[in-house]
């Protein structure tokens, strides 16, 4: 069993800049992929970053391309992502999430465990 529990979701206006945290206990997710998710009101869950298990290999949304970067901390079993030059659009419950593989993945299915998420507020 592995829990994660995100954090550092807030409000904030167009432009600025978030990071947000994932903490993972339970098993070790330092040879697993992991990925962030995110699902505005209304919407399906959409796919935003993803990071392989050593951290070489990342792979983006065109939505989020330039503007986030997925980075991991093996040692403290954390995942992070850095939100810069934020617009209302990307207003959402953000997810982190694990997969059973060292490979990163854009589709959800692929993905064992999942946080709570946290909110992230865009204001224009």
């Known amino acids: 069993q592995v829990q994660l529990v995100e954090s550092g979701g807030g409000l904030v206006q167009a432009g600025g800049s978030l990071r947000l945290s994932c903490a993972a206990s339970g098993r070790t997710v330092s040879r697993y992929g992991m990925g962030w998710f995110r699902q505005a009101p209304g919407k399906e869950r959409e796919f935003v970053a993803a990071?392989?298990?050593?951290?070489?290999?990342?792979y983006y949304s065109d939505s989020v391309k330039g503007r986030f970067t997925i980075s991991r901390d093996n040692a403290e079993s954390t995942v992070y992502l850095q939100m810069n030059s934020l617009k209302p659009e990307d207003t959402a419950v953000y997810y982190c999430?694990?997969?059973?593989?060292?490979?990163?993945?854009?589709?959800?299915?692929?993905?064992?465990?999942w946080g709570q998420g946290t909110q992230v507020t865009v204001s224009s």
């Open positions: 990071i392989n298990w050593n951290g070489l290999s990342t």
């Open positions: 999430a694990v997969t059973a593989t060292r490979s990163w993945s854009k589709m959800d299915y692929e993905y064992d465990y």
